[in-house]
């Protein structure tokens, strides 16, 4: 495959200023920072016998 699509640029009232792009990025390093201290390690990787819904 030798074309490649060019990307459209967005119309302007459709582009993100940048205090929501700030706010987003401080989102994302606190969401970052919390699955950081629980690593998926520490997470069971099946639930228990007894928490396992069954059918009526």
Do not use: Y
Request: hydrophobic fraction near 40%.
């Amino acid at each position: 495959m030798t074309v490649q699509l060019a990307l459209l640029e967005a119309p302007p009232d459709w582009r993100i200023d940048e205090h929501t792009k700030e706010v987003g990025r401080r989102g994302l390093a606190r969401a970052r920072a919390v699955l950081q201290s629980h690593p998926p390690a520490d997470w069971p990787t099946t639930p228990p016998v007894d928490d396992v819904p069954r059918a009526a």
